[in-house]
């Protein structure tokens, strides 16, 4: 059974930088592409961005293309998304996801992200926080 684990979640003023972590255990890393979805209090989940199970390919919600950078190792297992020029709005708690290109595309061009079944996997969220 795939296991996500997120660290690197916080508190950080309005212009400041943070970056997540996620670590895959229990399946092969490169069997999945991977990506980030947010929710803010009383919102719908939000795609955020996602990447090929190679990095070759990386896609962005147009509200953090240009400050956001998904990235992955596939040596250490671990996805990042580094955030930069942060602002209050981006507060929310964000998911790590594991799977398939096109359910993470879907969700991308779509809007929606749809229910937890068309992913593999779910981290359970790392909580980030801006403040103005």
């Known amino acids: 059974q795939v296991q996500l684990a997120e660290s690197g979640g916080g508190l950080v003023q309005a212009g400041g930088s943070l970056r997540l972590s996620c670590g895959l255990s229990g399946g092969t890393f490169t069997d999945y592409a991977m990506g980030w979805f947010r929710q803010a209090p009383g919102k719908e989940y939000e795609f955020v961005a996602a990447l090929s199970w190679s990095g070759g390919s990386t896609y962005y919600a147009d509200s953090v293309k240009g400050r956001f950078t998904i990235s992955r190792d596939n040596a250490k297992n671990t996805a990042y998304l580094q955030m930069s020029s942060l602002k209050p709005e981006d507060t929310a708690v964000f998911y790590c996801?594991?799977?398939?290109?096109?359910?993470?595309?879907?969700?991308?061009?779509?809007?929606?992200?749809?229910?937890?079944?068309?992913?593999?996997?779910w981290g359970q969220g790392t909580q980030v926080t801006v403040s103005s």
């Open positions: 996801i594991a799977g398939s290109m096109t359910s993470l595309l879907r969700a991308h061009v779509s809007g929606r992200v749809g229910p937890k079944d068309e992913y593999d996997s």
